[in-house]
Structure formats: C-alpha cells, structure tokens
C-alpha cells in the first residue's frame, strides 16, 4: 500500500514525520513556508523528489497572504526556501517551476495567481506519484526472478509522493510475483535504510536483511547481491550521481565485483546546467548525527566531526539510469538530451 508522504488536506501540508518512523508514524501539519523549511532543515521530510513535492506547497504558503506585492513576496518566498538545503536538485526544480508558473501567468489578479500557484503545487504531487509508477515499470524490466538486490539510505514512498524511485522498482518486480530479496544498507549517520527502507519493504511483505554499511563488499565478494539500485538527489549533465553518502563506495565495490548498479530517477534530479558531478554542492551537516546514535553520544563529545551528506558517483561506474522516460545508457550525455527531448 503506497504511503501518502505529503498531502494538501484542510488548507494546509500534511506529512509523515519521518524523524519519528519506524517507532512512531506520526503526522505533521505545515502552515506558513517557515514551517516548510523548518520540515526540510530538520529532515522531518527528505528525499529529493518529496523535497519537490513539498517545496511546491511551500511556495504557496508563503505568498498565501499576499497583499500588495505579490512578485516581491514570491520571490522572497522561493529564495528563502531554496536556502532549506543545497543538494537535492528536485526542490529548486519545483521552486523554479512554481515562479515560471507565475510569471506566465502575470496578469491574474493575485487572488487568482494564489489559486494557480496551489493548483500547481497539487500537480507537481500527482504528476510525481505517475512517474514514480513509470519508473518502477521500466525498472523492474531489468530484475530477473530471485534477484537479490541491494539498495541504499530510502529511496522509497516516503522520498516522493508515493511508491518510490529505487524502492518503486522493487515494489514493482516484487508486485510482478519475482520473489526477490533485498539487502537495505543501514546508512549512516542518518539511518534512513535502517529507519525507513527497513520498514517500507517489511511493509510490502518483501523479503529483506539489514546491514551495516560496512558490509556490502563482503557480500557481493560472495556473490550474494545481482544488482545495486539506488536513488539520486542531483545528476549532472555528463551522468554523475549526487546521493547519500556511501553510495559512491558502493558503486566501486559493484564495479570492482562486476554487479550492475542502477540509479532510478525522475528527470527532475537532472541538473542539466550542471556539466559534472564537480559543481554539484554537497551538503554537509550537523557534526551531532555523527556523535550520536539515537541521541545517544557514541563519541567523545567534542572529537572533531566531517559530516557530508551526499556523494558523488562518477557515470562511468553507473549501467543504467531509470527515469520516467525509459531506461537511460551511456554515453548518459547523449542519453539524458535524448530524454529531455522526447
Ligand atoms: O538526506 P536525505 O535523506 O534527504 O537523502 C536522500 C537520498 O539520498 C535518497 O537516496 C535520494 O533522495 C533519492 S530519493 C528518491
């Protein structure tokens, strides 16, 4: 059953908070665009194609009670959320989408422009739940029955509006009756394997093991793992991956073991004004997430701390990139314009 990871519901956004989940799912309600960026800093929601869905919202609540100038107010509202976090290429995308939606819309009255801007915002949240359908489809094209598959942080229903990028591929060869299994690396120092994909598949009634991230080169040395599928947060023009950190390690140890290594993701992580993974910025993040498991220090409290969030993937060491548009082969550069053009 696909969870609902954002809603509009009673004029306001309605989410999981998934600082609490596997333990707690509880629900949170948004108001203004500070509470939606509080949401993102604190990772309450997170995920990139979810970080679009829900930055799209966002906008809206910011401009909601506009006044007197309303392209002033949106534009401070988009540049104030875009500062919420730096990697995910889907937030600036909706960002971006939500101020041309405006502009070509400018000579609404502002209480109509309101109502464009929210419809736009619930279009961004049905269009992602069908591309993720789309993505699972062509994914699981690639997953032979009892493929063992391993995966990393959660790139699952609660990262989108519903269903998942990597995770929506196996939801899907798994809803095909392929009776595959599935390694969910614990990821940390945030824990979203363990935490969320742990649970999201459990969910499906999916056949899963959970492991420390140090653990998945032993296992493809033992010929345990067919495939590594992944989600991404920002991909550069040339293919590079920007995802949570530990990814890249993991496309070396496949390549190293010759296991095939799939990023599965919407057109919307694509930055194409982006040539390299180089210019991608990484986020870096509270020096505590690594000190601290469970809120617990599991450190000397003031041992110094480098905490970057994501990684990234050199192309040459993805085989495929799943989008809504199909499955995407290198050369990528050639592959992604092709993409943007059908
Ligand atoms: O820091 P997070 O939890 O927002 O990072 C999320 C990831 O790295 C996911 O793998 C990525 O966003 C793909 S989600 C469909």
């Not at 970080?51 to 909601?64: P, T």
């Not at 929210?118 to 069908?130: F, T, Y």
């Not at 990393?152 to 609660?158: E, K, P, R, V």
């Not at 998942?164 to 120092?189: M, N, Q, S, W």
Request: hydrophobic share 40%; proline share 4%; with cysteine.
């Amino acid at each position: 059953m696909p969870i609902a990871t954002v809603e509009w519901k009673n004029k306001r956004v309605k989410l999981i908070d998934q600082r609490l989940l596997p333990h707690k799912l509880e629900f949170i309600y948004c108001d203004s665009a500070e509470e939606v960026w509080d949401a993102i800093r604190r990772m309450k929601i997170r995920g990139a194609p979810a970080l679009g869905v829900i930055a799209g919202y966002g906008v809206y609540l910011g401009i909601r009670n506009s006044k007197k100038n309303f392209f002033r107010d949106l534009q401070k509202t988009t540049k104030y959320l875009a500062t919420s976090r730096p990697t995910a290429r889907n937030l600036f995308w909706a960002l971006e989408r939500m101020e041309r939606v405006a502009l070509n819309n400018k000579k609404e009255s502002p209480d109509r422009l309101k109502k464009i801007l929210l419809d736009e915002a619930g279009l961004i949240l049905k269009e992602d739940k069908k591309i993720c359908r789309k993505m699972g489809k062509f994914g699981s094209g690639l997953i032979k029955k009892n493929d063992v598959i391993l995966t990393h942080c959660n790139a699952g229903g609660l990262a989108t509006a519903d269903y998942g990028t990597a995770l929506g591929v196996i939801f899907a060869a798994h809803h095909e009756g392929k009776k595959i299994k599935v390694y969910a690396d614990e990821t940390r120092p945030v824990l979203q394997g363990a935490r969320l994909t742990a649970w999201e598949l459990m969910r499906e009634g999916i056949d899963t093991t959970l492991i420390s991230d140090n653990m998945a080169a032993y296992l493809m040395s033992k010929k345990k793992i067919d495939k590594v599928i992944v989600g991404a947060d920002r991909i550069a023009a040339n293919g590079d991956v920007a995802n949570k950190i530990g990814t890249y390690s993991l496309a070396i140890s496949a390549h190293y073991h010759k296991v095939p290594f799939y990023v599965v993701a919407p057109l919307s992580t694509i930055d194409t004004r982006i040539k390299s993974g180089k210019s991608i910025p990484i986020e870096e993040r509270d020096p505590d997430e690594v000190r601290k498991i469970g809120g617990v220090y599991i450190s000397p409290k003031k041992v110094k701390v480098f905490n970057p969030a994501f990684d990234v993937t050199p192309a040459r060491l993805v085989t495929v990139i799943v989008t809504e548009k199909g499955v995407l082969r290198k050369p990528f550069a050639r592959s992604i314009r092709e993409a943007y053009r059908t």
